[in-house]
């Protein structure tokens, strides 16, 4: 898979396997791992930010997504997105 960038768009399934099109929001690395915030597309282009989910799927080394595996990690990685947020 290629590098994933900021705005890009792509299609995932979510738990009942039905496809979802999500926006990347943000991206940034944490102890060599890439992460990025993505919130379904859907919900971006009704610019209502209370009812926008945002969540973060990690990047592997094949350039493959995948869940956060632990809690520890999840608050780690939100807290690298609250401050990116916090900067704009």
């Known amino acids: 898979m290629e590098e994933i960038?900021?705005?890009?768009?792509?299609?995932?399934?979510?738990e009942t396997n039905e496809d979802q099109t999500v926006e990347v929001l943000?991206?940034?690395?944490?102890?060599?791992?890439?992460?990025v915030a993505v919130?379904?597309?859907?919900?971006?282009?009704?610019?209502?930010?209370?009812?926008?989910?945002?969540?973060?799927?990690?990047?592997?080394?094949?350039?493959d997504l995948s869940a956060i595996d632990s809690d520890e990690e999840f608050e780690k990685v939100s807290e690298a997105f609250d401050a990116i947020i916090e900067e704009d």
């Open 39 to 63: 919130g379904f597309a859907e919900d971006l282009q009704n610019e209502n930010e209370e009812d926008i989910d945002i969540f973060f799927l990690k990047i592997d080394n094949e350039g």
């Open 5 to 14: 960038k900021v705005g890009e768009t792509f299609t995932i399934s979510d």
């Open 26 to 35: 943000a991206k940034v690395t944490l102890e060599g791992t890439d992460y």
